[in-house]
């Protein structure tokens, strides 16, 4: 599957931003989608990810709350809404496809989109 990440942009603290993830393929819907970021000198981290039906999400620690992802397997497309944002949240943020592991890692991803930059001044 081939994935493009887009909607990044730069908003100011408490803003919010609707970040879009499109897939082609057939077997969109059999994958558990991921997002993640990374932010200048540190390592891509976990953000949130959701299984194939939808029904089960998952978020780090620093964003619930504040972050839903949702997906639409009609559309192909999985979204990150991000709401009451901090300057933390400034990172590359990009969307990932996973067909098992944890959701919680990198290496269990096998498809990655570009990064797409949110950049939140304070």
């Known amino acids: 599957v081939q994935l493009q990440a887009f909607g990044g942009g730069l908003v100011q603290a408490g803003g919010s931003l609707r970040l879009s993830c499109a897939a082609s393929g057939r077997s969109f819907g059999t994958f558990a989608m991921g997002w993640f970021r990374q932010a200048p000198g540190k390592e891509r981290e976990f953000v949130a990810a959701?299984?194939?039906?939808?029904?089960?999400?998952y978020y780090a620690d620093s964003v619930k709350g504040r972050f839903t992802i949702s997906r639409d397997n009609a559309k192909n497309t999985v979204y990150l809404q991000l709401n009451s944002l901090k300057p933390e949240d400034t990172a590359a943020y990009y969307c990932?496809?996973?067909?098992?592991?944890?959701?919680?890692?990198?290496?269990?991803?096998?498809?990655w989109g570009q990064g797409t930059q949110v950049t939140v001044s304070s």
């Open positions: 990932a496809a996973t067909l098992g592991g944890s959701y919680y890692l990198t290496q269990s991803y096998h498809s």
């Open positions: 959701i299984r194939w039906g939808g029904g089960n999400t």
